[in-house]
């Protein structure tokens, strides 16, 4: 009998989450710049929220010529969500694709059970560039 092993370089799998984050600097957080910005922020290694708790996504493009990602949480991520939101009020959340920051806002609010629907922003004057679009979308499709 002959065995015959074949070894391949697996590409990695695309990856999206959505992490606490800090403007100072954090023991153990990997320190990050955000995409399209000189802003350099920390981001803690565990994810909050990954692709699998989102359900459903549509990118839109709004009349201002805004690119948004229009998505609907599964219930576990709208809980994930409100946790997040409420343990970083007043502090930073990040969306972090293939280990970039693509936008990292300041929480103003403690999300509930009407986050379901939400949407990911971007970094840039027009939201998310066409290239983050297409990432975001691959990954959640």
Known sequence: MVVILS?????AQAQ???????AEPVEGWQRMQVEHSNRVIWVTPTAAIT???????????????????????TDAGVSKLHDLTAAQLKKLIV????????????VMYVAGPAAKNNVLTGNTPHG??????????????
């Open 51 to 73: 692709a699998s708790d989102i359900e459903q996504a549509q990118p839109k493009i709004r009349a201002d010529g805004y690119q948004i990602i229009r998505v609907v949480f």
């Open 16 to 22: 999206l989450s959505i992490r606490a984050a800090s």
């Open 128 to 141: 998310l560039t066409p290239e983050e679009v297409d990432r975001i979308m691959a990954i959640l499709r």
């Open 95 to 106: 969306l972090v694709v293939d280990d970039k920051v693509i936008w990292a806002p300041m």
């Open 7 to 11: 070894v391949g370089i697996v590409p």
